[in-house]
């Protein structure tokens, strides 16, 4: 008995002096992560707790005060990227009353947003301090981080025929990981590599013009994604994310379109709930979807969509028979899930998952430049096959197509040098590795070196019938190109034509 309160009298006195050292049991800062956007710089504090927090904002000289109420902080910024950002300093100090109070000196105007955000799989407490720039005041970020829609100026001919133009977002980013995968691989970093890869090759097809949604580590709302998408004026969305799953046998790729009504699967809605999670990490996804209004705008959008889901099943299936030559997939038909980054009205949208990160093989794949090349190769292929076939109005590939240059195409011969893949010769003579397949009856694209391959050429003959009235330099002047050159392959020897004379028309 007396040991019991002689124990309990110690306790009492040990629960004192800690009262003493920390009254207010502060949240502990346990480390502070920065992010560049193109619009904006996002510093996330990572806590072992909730806390509360206020801001002020200085104009002259420009610094904002965080007061992390009761908040303690051992470590330093050093490690902190500050480069291409609004904050030239930032440092911390504790104040007499126990609160830590965080200085950023800033170097541009920003207008701040904060919010905290609470424990899930990923992360702890956080407190997240977003700084927008104000335009004109900040200066100009790099290349990395430019907005990706001022990347489109150049996508027009020089006849105004537009390209297509495929908007390419990269899952995740920042603060939001995604998935975390096998060898701790992660998700956001694979689908940044895989749309860059995408984007190259897209830009290589002529006639086709590629945005980034994001380009580079940083967090983009699943909604700012599909504007983003809008405000560029895309033909094609495609979403690009990796598969987890706890089972690690699970493997392969899987191409989604959004559901009109519910998912096809289970697995199709359990995921479509994972990644639209990711949303509520940037602490947008809560205010925006709790009003009426937008309960109601989804309705009315989901009347509108029904087109483009159905166009969007076309193309993936397109997208779908193309990855079946270079990577095993999960499904062969294109599934069908309620994924808030498909819901764009007007575009046809496909999010695609190249492969389970969990899977020790997929894995290996998705964190490889070669397989990953391999894999955007036959993307840019398939997204080519679906175009071809029905090119947007007023595109360059519309314009080619009712000219007639499809299935006239004259051949050259090339005879297989060390070190020539389909892929290269596809590239190298501007055509799809699928056209080189068909007119060479290809079953594999292994090829040999010395093996003779018929090319699709590149200098493409059209025909044009003349009609009463026309004259070759108009005619010249309509197709582009100059009076010797449809003298040269017409051989004509005076410019004198009559109506219903067949002329080839070159094109480079
Ligand atoms: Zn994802």
């Given amino acids: 008995m007396r040991t019991l309160t002689h124990l309990l009298s110690r306790l009492a006195l040990v629960v004192a002096c800690l009262s003493l050292v920390a009254p207010l049991q502060g949240a502990v800062v346990q480390g502070v992560r920065s992010y560049r956007a193109p619009d904006y710089t996002r510093l996330v504090f990572d806590l072992d707790g909730p806390l509360t927090y206020e801001l002020s904002q200085q104009l002259e000289p420009a610094t904002l005060v965080i007061t992390l109420e009761g908040a303690s902080f051992d470590g330093n910024f050093d490690n902190l990227s500050l480069a291409e950002t609004p904050i030239s300093s930032i440092g911390s100090s504790r104040e007499p009353g126990g609160d830590l109070l965080v200085t950023l000196t800033l170097r ?169 999670n990711a949303d509520l990490i940037g602490g947008i996804g809560t205010v925006s979807l709790g009003d009426k209004d937008a309960v109601l705008r989804s309705v009315l959008l989901d009347l509108s969509m029904t087109a483009s889901v159905a166009t969007s099943l076309e193309i993936g299936s397109a997208l779908v028979q193309s990855l079946d030559k270079v990577t095993r997939l999960r499904r062969r038909n294109v599934e069908q899930a309620a994924f808030v980054e498909l819901k764009s009205a007007d575009i046809p949208s496909l999010l695609i998952e190249a492969g389970y990160i969990t899977n020790a093989a997929d894995a290996e794949n998705l964190d490889s430049p070669q397989w990953r090349r391999r894999f955007a190769e036959s993307l840019a ?128």
């Fill in 381 to 508: 292929d398939g997204v080519a096959t679906w175009f071809g076939k029905r090119p947007p109005r007023g595109t360059l590939i519309a314009w080619q197509q009712k000219h007639g240059t499809e299935g006239r195409r004259s051949m050259t011969s090339y005879v297989v040098q060390r070190g020539d893949a389909l892929s290269v010769l596809a590239q190298r003579f501007d055509v799809s590795m699928d056209e080189i397949r068909r007119v060479n009856g290809l079953k594999h694209d292994a090829i040999q070196v010395g093996q003779t391959l018929k090319i699709p050429a590149t200098l493409i003959l059209r025909e044009h019938k003349i009609e009463r009235g026309e004259t070759l330099s108009q005619i010249a002047f309509e197709y582009e190109v100059t009076l010797e050159a449809i003298r040269a392959v017409n051989e004509l020897k005076s410019d004198t034509i009559r109506p219903g004379q067949i002329l080839k028309i070159p094109t480079s």
């Fill in 108 to 276: 541009a105007q920003v207008e701040p947003r904060s919010f905290t955000l609470g424990k899930n799989e990923q992360y702890g407490d956080r407190f997240v301090l977003d700084l927008y720039d104000v335009a004109g005041m900040t200066k100009a970020p790099d290349a990395e981080t430019a907005d990706p829609v001022a990347t489109i100026t150049s996508g027009l001919d020089d006849a105004g025929r537009r390209d297509i133009v495929v908007a390419i977002s990269a899952g995740h980013g920042g603060d939001d990981p995604g998935a975390i995968g096998h060898g701790k691989l992660q998700e956001k970093n694979v689908t940044l590599a895989l749309s860059r890869e995408l984007a190259r090759l897209i830009d290589a097809m002529p006639g086709y013009q590629s945005v980034l949604i994001r380009d580079g580590d940083y967090y983009v709302g699943l909604r700012q994604r599909t504007e983003l998408g809008h405000k560029a004026n895309a033909d094609l969305y495609l979403a690009i994310h990796a598969d987890a799953a706890d089972n690690h046998e699970a493997r392969g790729a899987t191409v989604y379109a959004l559901s009109e009504r519910g998912a096809t699967s289970e697995q199709a809605r359990m995921l479509a709930d994972k990644e639209n």
